[in-house]
């Protein structure tokens, strides 16, 4: 999940928050669990987080050479595989792999998963961010949740559907890329789909994005499909001026023209806009809230130009989010030296565009709020226009019947991400994408792109089962 651009993105980005620390760890030798394939999983797994991925000095390739050879020893051919980088990103490689269908007719289907994950210093972590520790029910280490969980689930998904002798109706393809977590890297799923697109197509695909929340108590609470994202995209102000001497100053200043610009933009609020999927997710939330707040999402849902719903409900950061394009202001740099005039100051402003908003339509509004004495530039990468995501009744019908199963009187909502995934890549060719529900984080957010991420055992491995039937359920 991108935190420059997202994770479970709605339910991630509205839980982050500490981490409660525990003072004994030890490493993961095994894992005792009751079932073979659970065994093999967590070797899987281990592997995976312990391979460090990081942009700065870590291997996604090695990460895929090492779920490639657990493939080829399951029973996949050389041909089922197909191994991609390019040779100026030798480290930055990931992998495709395909267990064919019988049925020639349905469209493939698509497992998502990205093995890079953000930066983790030894110093700064209780524990060594590249050793799977268990303590206290949960396991420790960089990537556990974002987003080798998921990753490592659909890899033994894969495994496990070929020692079985499954036999999907639907052609299953997984793709694991690199690059996710970081807006200036090399990122694999672009390439995909802008290199490789009939490698990869298929009639939809599984991201991250979804998964399930914990209330404070360590009761499931909710489950969530993602469906539809924002679009991340960073945009640079610049004023310049010819400065001069500081005992002397002018009224054209950079700094403050500069510091106009980007209070203006703190001083906006884009307008209140629904798909489909938000829609629906504040449907079931007023009815789920009632009150005051439940009252507001109501007039809102039929007049979006309602100010005073509207103020209400964006209290809650997430929910403000979720309604509109926000803009924040998270780098600032200006001046050459302690006692001139400044001649350049420039600030980075990092947008999540909302669905079917072009970084051009933002890119404008940004230069009316800045003023003509501030210049406002896209930087790349420029990200796709985000697509609205078909709330469909084929992919939500069996995630919810399969959850009532699985996780009995936990409701299943549709949410569109506050952040950004690779999905929306795969979205800018027609492949249809849905984070999916099944592993179930904490309302501290379990430390993701923070210090000691963790993910609680139980989810991992209830997840893991829910997830695999899930792929059997939409491949036939």
Same mark, same amino acid.
Not at 407 to 422: E, I, N, R, W, Y
């Given at each position: 999940?991108?935190?420059?651009?997202? #994770?479970?993105?709605?339910?991630? $980005?509205?839980?982050?928050?500490?981490?409660?620390?525990?003072?004994?760890?030890?490493?993961?030798?095994?894992?005792?669990?009751?079932?073979?394939?659970?065994?093999?999983?967590?070797?899987?797994?281990?592997?995976?987080? &312990?391979?460090?991925?990081?942009?700065?000095? @870590?291997?996604?390739?090695?990460?895929?050479?090492?779920?490639?050879?657990?493939?080829?020893?399951?029973?996949?051919?050389?041909?089922?595989?197909?191994? /991609?980088?390019?040779?100026?990103?030798?480290?930055? #490689? #990931?992998?495709?792999?395909?267990?064919? @269908?019988?049925?020639?007719?349905?469209?493939?289907?698509?497992?998502?998963?990205?093995?890079?994950?953000?930066?983790?210093?030894?110093?700064? !972590?209780?524990?060594?961010?590249?050793?799977?520790?268990?303590?206290?029910?949960?396991?420790?280490?960089?990537?556990?949740?974002?987003?080798?969980? *998921?990753?490592?689930?659909?890899?033994?998904?894969?495994?496990?559907?070929?020692?079985?002798?499954?036999?999907?109706?639907?052609?299953?393809?997984?793709?694991?890329?690199?690059? %996710? %977590?970081?807006?200036?890297? !090399?990122?694999?799923?672009?390439?995909?789909? *802008?290199?490789?697109?009939?490698?990869?197509?298929?009639? /939809?695909?599984?991201?991250?994005?979804?998964?399930?929340?914990?209330?404070?108590?360590?009761?499931?609470?909710?489950?969530?499909?993602?469906?539809?994202?924002?679009?991340?995209?960073?945009?640079?102000?610049?004023?310049?001026?010819?400065?001069?001497?500081?005992?002397?100053?002018?009224?054209?200043?950079?700094?403050?023209?500069?510091?106009?610009? =980007?209070?203006?933009? *703190?001083?906006?609020?884009?307008?209140?806009?629904?798909?489909?999927?938000? +829609?629906?997710?504040?449907?079931?939330?007023?009815?789920?809230?009632? @009150?005051?707040?439940?009252?507001?999402?109501?007039?809102?849902?039929?007049?979006?130009?309602?100010? %005073?719903?509207?103020?209400?409900?964006?209290?809650?950061?997430?929910?403000?989010?979720?309604?509109?394009?926000?803009?924040?202001?998270?780098?600032?740099?200006? @001046?050459?030296?302690?006692?001139?005039?400044?001649?350049?100051?420039?600030?980075?402003?990092?947008?999540?565009?909302?669905?079917? &908003?072009?970084?051009?339509?933002?890119?404008?509004?940004?230069?009316?709020?800045?003023?003509?004495?501030?210049?406002?530039?896209?930087?790349?990468?420029?990200?796709?226009?985000?697509?609205?995501?078909?709330?469909?009744?084929?992919?939500?019908?069996?995630? +919810?019947?399969?959850?009532?199963?699985? /996780?009995?009187?936990?409701?299943?909502?549709?949410?569109?991400?506050?952040?950004?995934?690779?999905?929306?890549?795969?979205?800018? =060719?027609?492949?249809?994408?849905?984070?999916?529900?099944?592993?179930?984080?904490?309302?501290?957010?379990?430390?993701?792109?923070?210090?000691? &991420?963790?993910?609680?055992? %139980?989810?991992?491995? $209830? #997840?893991?089962?829910?997830?695999?039937?899930?792929?059997?359920?939409?491949?036939?």
């Amino acid at each position: 999940m991108r935190g420059t651009n997202g #994770g479970m993105k709605l339910v991630k $980005a509205a839980l982050a928050g500490g981490v409660a620390l525990a003072t004994l760890a030890v490493p993961v030798v095994a894992q005792a669990q009751s079932r073979p394939d659970q065994q093999a999983f967590f070797g899987l797994y281990k592997e995976l987080v &312990e391979t460090n991925t990081t942009l700065s000095s @870590g291997s996604c390739t090695q990460a895929a050479a090492q779920i490639g050879a657990r493939m080829k020893a399951a029973g996949y051919a050389d041909s089922d595989i197909t191994y /991609f980088s390019v040779p100026d990103h030798p480290k930055d #490689g #990931g992998l495709v792999a395909v267990l064919p @269908g019988t049925d020639k007719k349905l469209k493939p289907m698509l497992l998502l998963g990205h093995l890079d994950v953000v930066e983790a210093k030894r110093e700064d !972590w209780v524990r060594d961010p590249f050793t799977l520790i268990e303590e206290n029910g949960y396991y420790y280490g960089r990537g556990t949740m974002d987003d080798k969980a *998921q990753a490592a689930v659909w890899a033994d998904s894969m495994i496990r559907f070929k020692k079985d002798g499954y036999k999907p109706k639907r052609t299953i393809k997984l793709a694991l890329t690199c690059g %996710e %977590e970081t807006t200036f890297a !090399w990122n694999g799923a672009q390439w995909l789909a *802008q290199n490789k697109p009939d490698l990869i197509a298929a009639e /939809f695909a599984l991201n991250e994005g979804g998964g399930g929340r914990y209330d404070a108590s360590g009761k499931r609470q909710l489950l969530a499909m993602q469906v539809g994202e924002k679009a991340s995209q960073n945009y640079t102000f610049l004023a310049s001026n010819p400065g001069g001497h500081s005992s002397q100053p002018v009224p054209k200043n950079a700094i403050y023209e500069l510091a106009d610009a =980007i209070k203006a933009v *703190q001083g906006y609020e884009f307008p209140v806009k629904f798909t489909d999927t938000t +829609r629906a997710f504040f449907t079931a939330t007023a009815a789920a809230t009632g @009150g005051a707040i439940g009252g507001a999402i109501t007039r809102l849902l039929a007049n979006p130009l309602d100010t %005073e719903a509207d103020a209400l409900i964006s209290r809650d950061k997430a929910m403000h989010s979720t309604l509109r394009t926000t803009c924040v202001t998270t780098i600032l740099t200006a @001046g050459h030296a302690e006692n001139a005039l400044p001649q350049r100051a420039t600030a980075n402003v990092n947008c999540r565009i909302f669905p079917g &908003e072009t970084v051009e339509q933002t890119r404008l509004k940004l230069q009316e709020l800045a003023g003509p004495l501030v210049t406002v530039t896209a930087n790349a990468p420029v990200r796709p226009t985000a697509i609205p995501t078909k709330l469909d009744p084929k992919i939500m019908d069996p995630a +919810r019947k399969l959850a009532a199963k699985h /996780f009995p009187g936990v409701p299943l909502l549709p949410l569109m991400s506050t952040g950004a995934t690779d999905g929306i890549f795969l979205q800018a =060719i027609g492949i249809p994408v849905y984070g999916a529900p099944g592993i179930f984080i904490d309302p501290d957010g379990n430390g993701t792109h923070g210090l000691n &991420e963790r993910l609680k055992i %139980e989810s991992l491995y $209830a #997840g893991r089962d829910y997830l695999f039937d899930l792929v059997k359920l939409y491949a036939g």
